[in-house]
């Protein structure tokens, strides 16, 4: 029986699983950032809810890697006083999207 390590790797062979893994993989740790500033601050989710504008459900699905919209995300990271910045790899031989 193959490990999940070992059905990882051969999964990430194939282009499409490994740029939806990659996708996921980012969104995770958005969450979990965006978890741990608004823990950091003290903060409830009910708070930061009602200063960025969004529901309590949405900053709690936000804060459990569901996927949401960019309004919702930019609404708390403003609340939360986070920076949202964008990365371009430095040697890029192909379009990432």
């Known amino acids: ?14 282009d499409r699983f ?6 996921e993989k980012q969104l995770a740790q958005l969450s979990m950032q ?9 903060l409830s989710q009910r708070e930061v809810a009602e200063k960025a504008k969004v529901t309590q459900q949405q900053l709690s699905k936000l804060e459990h890697g569901a996927n949401c919209n960019v309004s ?13 910045a964008l990365e371009t790899p430095e040697f890029v031989e192909e379009p990432v999207v």
């Open 72 to 84: 919702t995300f930019l609404k708390v990271c403003n609340a939360l006083g986070v920076l949202v």
């Open 18 to 23: 490994r740029k939806l893994f990659s996708e």
């Open 34 to 42: 965006i978890l741990e500033v608004r823990q950091r601050l003290g």
């Open 1 to 14: 029986m193959k490990t999940l390590k070992a059905h990882l790797e051969g999964k990430l062979q194939h």
